[in-house]
């Protein structure tokens, strides 16, 4: 663990970010075309709602060495499928104070709401996120071992 | 074993100026499952897509990654492309490497790095991919357009033309929208009642249109081809059937203070009314604010005097459910409220008013009957300024960061009319740009600069006030760099407009995208521009953005054209990506079905073996896959993790988020 540290020059967390196909991904796509830049450390799993992510995928990010994780969905009322974004809003406020009791701290999991038309929102959000996450630095907590020692 | 095809396409330069895009082909050739790799300029173009489906048949590839741009633009193209070449669509996967990747990054190291991981993820789920297949459902041949504007109106006949029933529900006691409250309209100076008047009675007696006036839509379920609408049919007072409009009730009416909205406000009307005269349909409605019968139980003149017996106190909304295959949203605009605008004095002063107050004063069938009075006094106003963009570009927060669009031409037409009707009227207009693309518009204004002499001053006002009964505009003339103030009787404000409030509702009943403005959003900006993201539901006119009659038109005939070749048809595709409950885990605990939006959560008993010749009897949950959507929350709601959603499993995502975490 001393080797790796002392090698590392500087920090660029891993960020897994979960978009929902009617709103954030589209928010996404349209950050993408107006050319708002974030960092390429944040990379986008497509999913049809944010209701679809479970926290099984939250945690296997963590497990598998993400620093940071983000959901994000449409705006609350505005879900494509009615209720979806309202299972997210309450899922992942008690998946993510779990987490923080584990040592998973709160700054590095997010539930944003983005809409279709809110390319700098989406840009804007992804450039504070990981300047969070960077401040923080690695995630260590629930990391599986064996997923370093293959480095 | 998988055998999988990677295409990395270049974009021209879009993906290939930051992306390198041939290294990312070459180290995917090493990725295990993957036979086949390439790389080519456009893979969307007819050459590229002939390149897949060569590799698909000479490499029996059996799932194919496109790297590309984002799957909301050419998902569906690839898909189509692996299905001519034998392979089932749903084995083909997107990774967006335009939109997410080279578009927003600067670095080609980095993009590179980054597009080789967004790949590597998109080859993870493909290889987790079971061919699927769409089901069908049918069509309800008939179309509901929320909305009885000009936008409402044309995308209905267009529709019932093409022999399809359509039903309009408007909000208001008559359609018509804001066109009728119009004089003119430009670049032709066309009377806006002489045009539009005729389309509203085509609409009345169109065999294949109804006309559900006074009423609002409660309630949307369903999906595209397949819509159950619930709508309001509000009390109107008044038996639609036996109302004759002879107008009888307004004479006699004893309330006849009621604020006249179609007039903008600026006179009054009786409690019971037809909103104008050329109202469709030409019946009466009470308001029950301001009826005296309705308000004290004492009066009931109407009644007495009405001879078709049609005055009904009683009456009570009702509501009646209908099936529809398409939607079309035409809900229009309203001028944003100018309370925020205090240095324009609206107000406080009563010649200060807006441009559709104008548009009342100058029509023929308004409250001045179409003579130019100031509101304060009744006098003919000598000196007339006109403001622009009172609220329109306005990113100080009080107005609206867009330009409203139609205002630099309405002023034009307000001056010009003026200046022929009055020619000893001094027209002033202060303006920031003139804003004027479109077929004869700048010779249009041109006009109002030239042939009629109208002042304008480029240059924004800074306040309006009172001085001895003048209204004193004080601005600045950027041209001459000096601050003048115009000694005015009359000061009109080009007021931004907004999308009708009504249509956060129907956006949410609909469960369509909308901005942060409350414009509907398209499915895209330039090549689905009249439908919503949500299939099935599409968009006319001020809804979805600023816009004037034309183009209003025409996007409501472009709705028509895609409605249409939507209700000829006789099934649909219906999306193949629905939940899938494991019945061996499933214990029916019922939770799946509470969070079901779509109630196509249903549960069944089941026999199963339990080995040894015994068997049991358990309830499972079942899926109905021409009603459910494919959100997932099912999924994961199930306790015992038996409900999985097809395309997007979660092995599938579990696989991606492990090719994003690998280090």
């Given amino acids: 663990m001393q080797e790796v540290t002392t090698e590392k020059k500087e920090f660029t967390p891993n960020i897994v970010a979960f978009c929902c196909n009617w709103c954030s991904y589209a928010g996404a796509d349209l950050a993408g075309s107006s050319r708002l830049t974030y960092p390429a450390n944040v990379k986008i799993i497509r999913v049809p709602c944010s209701c679809r992510v479970n926290p099984m995928f939250v945690l296997k990010a963590f497990q598998q060495g993400a620093d940071g994780v983000i959901l ?51 840009s804007a959000v992804m450039n504070d996120f990981v300047k969070t996450v960077t401040e923080l630095g690695e995630n260590k907590r629930l990391t599986d071992l064996r997923v370093k020692e293959g480095e | 074993m998988q055998r999988i095809g990677v295409f990395i396409c270049w974009c021209g330069s879009n993906i290939a100026a930051t992306v390198d895009v041939q290294k990312v082909a070459e180290v995917m050739k090493s990725e295990p499952g993957v036979v086949y790799s390439a790389d080519y300029q456009y893979m969307c173009s007819e050459n590229g897509q002939q390149l897949i489906k060569q590799a698909i048949k000479e490499h029996n590839l059996t799932g194919i990654v496109v790297g590309s741009c984002s799957p909301r633009m050419h998902e569906a193209t690839f898909r189509k492309t692996a299905e001519a070449a034998g392979l089932n669509p749903y084995m083909v996967e997107i990774a967006n490497i335009r ?43 008939r179309a509901l ?8 109106i044309q995308a209905a006949l267009d529709i019932a033309d093409a022999g399809f029933e359509v039903d309009i529900v408007e909000k208001n006691a008559t359609i018509g929208g804001r066109m009728a409250q119009l004089d003119k309209t430009f670049p032709t100076l066309d009377c806006s009642a002489c045009i539009l008047t005729p389309k509203m009675v085509d609409c009345a007696q169109h065999e294949k249109i109804d006309i559900l006036s006074y009423s609002e839509v409660e309630e949307v379920k369903g999906f595209v081809g397949n819509f159950s609408v619930k709508i309001r049919r509000k009390a109107r007072y008044v038996d639609e ?45 009470i308001d029950p604010e301001q009826c005296i019968k309705l308000k004290t139980g004492k009066c009931g003149i109407c009644q007495k005097f009405c001879g078709a017996g049609a005055i009904d106190y009683e009456q009570k909304d009702t509501f009646i459910e209908r099936e529809y295959g398409a939607i079309v ?11 925020a605008f205090n240095e324009y004095g609206y107000n406080d002063n009563k010649d200060v008013i807006t441009s559709l107050e104008l548009e009342r004063l100058m029509n023929a069938a308004g409250p001045t009957n179409g003579v130019l009075l100031r509101p304060s006094d009744g006098e003919h106003p000598k000196v007339i300024t006109f403001i622009q963009c009172v609220g329109s570009r306005d990113s100080s927060g009080c107005g609206k960061p867009y330009c409203s669009k139609i205002c630099c031409m309405y002023t034009a037409k307000h001056a010009m009319l003026i200046r022929e009707k009055y020619p000893d009227t001094e027209v002033h207009v202060f303006y920031i740009d003139v804003r004027t693309p479109g077929k004869n518009y700048d010779e249009f204004y041109r006009r109002a600069v030239e042939q009629y002499g109208v002042d304008y001053i480029k240059g924004m006002v800074g306040k309006v006030y009172n001085e001895n009964g003048k209204l004193m505009v004080q601005g600045s003339n950027l041209i001459d760099n000096e601050q003048i103030t115009i000694e005015s009787d009359l000061v009109v404000l080009a007021a931004a407009i907004e999308p009708e409030p009504s249509v956060r509702k129907v956006a949410t009943l609909l469960t369509a995208s909308i901005d942060t403005n409350n414009f509907l959003t398209e499915s895209h900006a330039k090549l689905r521009p009249v439908e919503s993201p949500t299939a099935g539901v599409y968009l006319a006119g001020v809804c979805q953005g600023p816009k004037d009659i034309p183009e209003t038109v025409s996007q409501a005939s472009a709705c028509a054209a895609k409605v249409i070749g939507l209700l000829a048809k006789d099934k649909l595709k219906t999306n193949p990506c629905v939940a899938i409950p494991d019945e061996s885990m499933c214990n029916g605990c019922s939770q799946c079905a509470n969070v079901c939006a779509y109630g196509a959560i249903t549960y069944e008993n089941k026999e199963f073996r339990l080995g040894g010749g015994k068997t049991e009897i358990r309830r499972v ?43």
């Fill in chain 2, 241 to 285: 059937t036996k109302c004759t409009g002879c107008k009888i009730c307004m004479e006699k009416c004893p309330s006849k203070k009621g604020l006249n909205s179609f007039n903008m406000d600026l006179n009054t009307r009786p409690a019971i009314h037809i909103p104008f005269a050329q109202a469709i349909p030409n019946v009466a409605v």
């Fill in chain 2, 145 to 152: 357009v929320i909305g009885g504007g000009i936008a409402g």
């Fill in chain 2, 621 to 663: 949950a079942c899926v109905n896959p021409a009603v459910c959507q494919g959100c997932g929350a099912c999924t994961v709601t199930c306790p015992s993790g038996a409900m999985d959603l097809k395309g997007f499993s979660s092995k599938q995502i579990m696989s991606e988020v492990e090719a994003i975490c690998k280090k």
């Fill in chain 2, 99 to 141: 939109e997410h990747c080279s578009w927003i990054h600067k670095d080609m190291d980095e993009a590179t790095e980054k597009a080789i991981i967004l790949v590597r993820t998109a080859i993870a789920k493909v290889k987790l991919n079971a061919p699927l297949m769409a089901g069908e459902s049918p069509v309800v041949k």
């Fill in chain 1, 72 to 122: 994000c969905g449409c705006h609350p009322g505005d879900c494509h499928y009615v209720t979806g974004n309202y299972y997210t809003r309450r899922r992942m406020a008690l998946l993510f104070s779990f987490l923080n009791y584990m040592g998973i701290e709160k700054e590095r999991t997010r539930v944003e709401w983005v809409s279709a038309a809110e390319g700098a929102r989406f």
């Fill in chain 2, 329 to 339: 949203v035409a809900t229009g605009y309203k001028p944003i409220n100018l309370d």
